[in-house]
């Protein structure tokens, strides 16, 4: 999917000068093609409110256009690096006490088997 969207990208630079300015600052402004991806996704989800269905190209290239354009901080997609930090989830600290576990073996039964398997002489002899 990305790699149609990013052929329609190149084409609609051809004439829109922001368009191009922005794709040869796509990786200087902290954007990729997997973010990109996800903000498409993302996107497809809200507009068909959790039914399933289709989303034409023109949809999805203004999408694209949009996540290129657009500042991250507008776009409310995890950001890569030191700049997730900020969003990232600190683990609080857990005492643990020590306490003592109770663990009893049980006791398997051994018994024959519910099917006898005969032997290939038996009753031969």
């Given at each position: 999917m990305i790699d149609k969207v990013l052929l329609l990208l190149e084409e609609k630079a051809k004439e829109d000068g922001q368009l191009?300015?922005?794709?040869n600052n796509f990786e200087q402004n902290k954007k990729s093609n997997e973010a990109m991806q996800q903000y498409i996704v993302k996107e497809a989800r809200k507009h068909l409110n959790g039914k399933s269905g289709g989303i034409d190209s023109d949809t999805v290239l203004g999408w694209a256009i949009h996540y290129v354009t657009e500042k991250n901080e507008n776009l409310d997609i995890p950001l890569k690096g030191a700049e997730s930090l900020r969003h990232s989830v600190k683990p609080k600290k857990v005492e643990v006490k020590n306490t003592k576990?109770?663990?009893?073996?049980?006791?398997?039964?051994?018994?024959?088997?519910?099917v006898v398997q005969l032997d290939l002489f038996d009753g031969l002899f």
């Open positions: 191009k300015e922005s794709l576990v109770e663990v009893k073996k049980l006791k398997v039964e051994k018994t024959k088997p519910s």
